[in-house]
């Protein structure tokens, strides 16, 4: 899979999987401590040991309070180190001030797993006394989940280790949450959507374990089917670019803005901007984003249906207008529905009233009943030909949707399960309470039709992920010629490279161009451009103390002989001249034009992921539409594939109206730009013209 990345990170790979491993004391602890009990039932450590106790914890539960002799029942200890036996987890709720005492009494004691309830470090600036809890635990091998976090659920364990709701409903979904606030608010929602987790965990303010630590943990973990994180951002963007993905990973990441992008001077470095860095991030690793918390679960409950095994799709409905509705949201995602209107009719034309329609969608109608949905369900589980299945139902006063659900949960146990079907009941009460039985059996059911849809979609998704063949992918090395040529200019002082120059690199790092040559006369230019063949040609000025060149005459297109050139040259020295009196005029660039679609690559450095690598349409259209993606260096072809498939105007490059892309040529420009990615600051090829015949680096800029 994708995402498996020679990067380097802040941890070894020892350390990191000793981390990982301790997880284990968290999750599935034998004993666990409270440091910090409390016999008041206003106060935090009064809710989590009520919590772990209430919860039906099966080990020795040990609450640490130097006053109480017992709290609900339970008797109490003054330190950790009162403790007869082991400890495997402890829970610390006391002060700042005391909680690297706790920590070093964790270690005296053997603890390899801690949460760190307490507030009051990097969130309000205490920078140095959070990396201190850090530094000491992983010199003792501590994991630390933590600090300023409401705790943990752990539904496998009946463990709650945390000041939030009781009685989540088990399930398979592993729920992240960088916000103790909304995770508690969402765990009383999915609790009333009946939507089953195995845990939520609190990440507070990452001091060490973080998402990275829980997904890798969370892949060997057999009570868990989907992780589902939500993130607001990342510590260390290359240490997570090693994670290793091998379930499901739904991301819902806050914050799409730009204020974290760097000032940049280039096109590439303009449309970089957090938001799309992080897109790029999770589409490299195999993680699939959500918009909103109900896509994102419903993303995640689709993810316990079988994998789908065809792309064909059946809709029933009782609704000719939802099933509409359904129709353009599986056109808008990609999904396919099955198209045979003979089989169709003859399959389904039995379960509906004469009225009915056969087409698909299959519309039972709102006279049709629940027998209707029963018989139509059935078909579309037991038939081959389809291979996945989404059920709609709009209330009316004839059907109670309870009772289709019922009828859905049975048919679909009946059949062992054997294909992926979602659910969409529009309504009131009635069809919430249907929703909730729906959810109890791991169906996956929503109450809005392109949450079912784009949680279909996700499985699908899903299945292409994880047939990507994975294969480390090393970091590419730049050719010696070319390091030396970016060098003798970083000596010079200067910050960015010639257009001459930045040709003569990207050519020896393997960037197609057309034909192109420098020269400082007239005659020089017409000895060039006859050489190479070269007409139609554009000639611009070279010169370190212009940047716009077309602002002060600089640069002539579709020059078509030597005449024309000879006359051109000296006209553009004139006028440059003039409008920039003072510039040092070096000589000209030229370059052979050639006809095709605009795109541009490019490279900036992202202050969190390093490296990242940019395509899209170029010329104006970048400009106006935005329309790039990104990778974040290195990545192998595969990758590059993906990158070019992910543009909206992907349609232009597969040659529509006459229009058409060399895509390996295009692959070729975007492996061979990271060579010099960890040299240079930025790169901008705009535009990268291609035709059906190659491509060409028409222009191009390297800022060192």
């Known amino acids: 899979m994708s995402g498996e990345a020679c990067c380097e990170c802040g941890d070894s790979a020892v350390d990191a999987r000793v981390k990982v491993q301790n997880l284990k004391k968290i999750f599935n602890p034998k004993t666990v401590a409270i440091v910090g009990a409390s016999s008041e039932p206003g106060k935090v450590g009064y809710q989590i040991l009520n919590n772990v106790v209430q919860n039906g914890f099966k080990g020795k539960i040990y609450p640490i309070n130097k006053k109480a002799k017992e ?18 987890f402890a829970v610390i709720a006391v002060p700042a001030p005391l909680v690297e005492g706790v920590l070093k009494e964790c270690a005296q004691k053997n603890v390899k797993g801690t949460v760190i309830i307490t507030s009051g470090f990097s969130e309000i600036g205490k920078v140095k006394e959070e990396q201190a809890l850090k530094d000491f635990a992983d010199k003792n091998d501590i994991a630390l989940l933590g600090p300023n976090t409401f705790g ?4 496998p364990a009946n463990l709650n280790a945390s000041f939030g709701p009781t009685n989540v409903t088990p399930g398979k979904i592993a729920f992240v949450s960088q916000s103790g606030a909304l995770a508690i608010s969402l765990m009383g929602w999915t ?6 987790l195995a845990a939520v965990v609190s990440l507070g303010n990452k001091a060490d374990i973080g998402e990275k630590e829980l997904i890798e943990y969370f892949n ?12 607001e951002g990342i510590k260390d963007g290359r240490k997570f670019m090693t994670t290793k993905v091998r379930k499901p990973v739904v991301i819902l990441k806050s914050g799409s803005s730009q204020r974290g992008a760097q000032a940049a001077a280039s096109h590439t470095g303009s449309l970089s901007g957090s938001d799309k860095i992080y897109s790029a991030v999770f589409n490299q690793l195999g993680m699939m984003r959500a918009k909103t918390f109900t896509q994102a679960f419903g993303a995640a409950t689709v993810m316990s249906m079988p994998m789908p095994q065809g792309d064909e799709t059946v809709i029933i409905t009782n609704g000719g207008g939802i099933g509409v509705s359904a129709t353009d949201e599986c056109e808008n995602s990609g999904l396919k529905l099955l198209e045979d209107p003979v089989w169709l009719e003859e399959k389904f034309r039995s379960t509906m009233p004469e009225f009915g329609s056969t087409k698909n969608p299959i519309d039972v109608t709102g006279g049709g009943g629940c027998e209707s949905y029963r018989k139509a369900v059935h078909i579309a589980l037991t038939e081959d030909k389809i291979k996945s299945l989404i059920v709609l139902y709009c209330e009316t006063a004839v059907t109670d949707p309870v009772q289709v659900a019922k009828a859905i949960v049975e048919e679909y146990n009946a059949v062992k399960r054997n294909k992926p079907i979602v659910v969409t009941m529009v309504g009131g009460e009635r069809s919430r309470q249907a929703i909730q039985i729906l959810n109890e059996n791991q169906i996956p059911a929503m109450t809005e039709v392109r949450e079912a849809v784009s949680g279909l979609k996700s499985l699908y998704t899903w299945k292409e992920i994880s047939l990507r063949p994975k294969e480390k992918v090393k970091n590419p090395e730049i050719p010696a010629k070319a390091l030396e040529l970016i060098e003798a200019v970083r000596r010079e002082g200067r910050t960015f490279l010639l257009e001459h120059e930045s040709r003569q690199v990207l050519e020896l790092c393997g960037v197609p161009m057309p034909k192109w040559g420098f020269a400082t006369t007239a005659d020089e230019a017409v000895k060039v451009a006859e050489e190479k063949k070269m007409y139609p040609i554009a000639m611009k000025i070279a010169s370190v103390d212009i940047i716009h060149k077309s602002d002060v005459g600089g640069v002539i297109l579709n020059i078509k002989n030597a005449e024309d050139l000879k006359a051109r040259f000296a006209q553009m020295m004139e006028t440059v001249k003039k409008n920039a009196p003072k510039a040092d005029l070096l ?5 052979q034009m050639v006809d095709g679609v605009q795109c541009i690559v490019g490279m900036n450095k992202d202050p969190q992921f390093g490296p990242a690598v940019m395509f899209g349409l170029g010329g104006i259209f970048v400009e106006v539409l935005k329309d790039v993606s990104f990778r974040i260096v290195p990545f192998n072809e595969s990758e590059a594939h993906r990158l070019v498939g992910e543009i909206k105007a992907k349609k232009l490059l597969d040659g529509y109206r006459g229009q058409g892309a060399h895509k390996e040529s295009i692959i070729k420009t975007l492996m061979a730009i990271q060579k010099i990615s960890q040299h240079v600051k930025e790169v901008d ?20």
């Open 152 to 155: 943990f659920v752990y539904t």
């Open 71 to 88: 709290i609900l029942g339970v008797p109490c200890f003054t330190s950790l180190l009162d403790i007869p036996g082991d400890v495997d």
């Open 191 to 196: 609790m009333m959507e009946k939507i089953g």
């Open 220 to 231: 060997d973990d057999p009570n868990v089917s989907v992780i589902l994180i939500y993130m």
């Open 587 to 591: 000589g000209v660039n030229l370059c």
């Open 685 to 704: 090829i705009n535009p990268l013209i291609t035709n059906k015949d190659g491509s060409y680096a028409v222009d191009a800029r390297i800022i060192i």
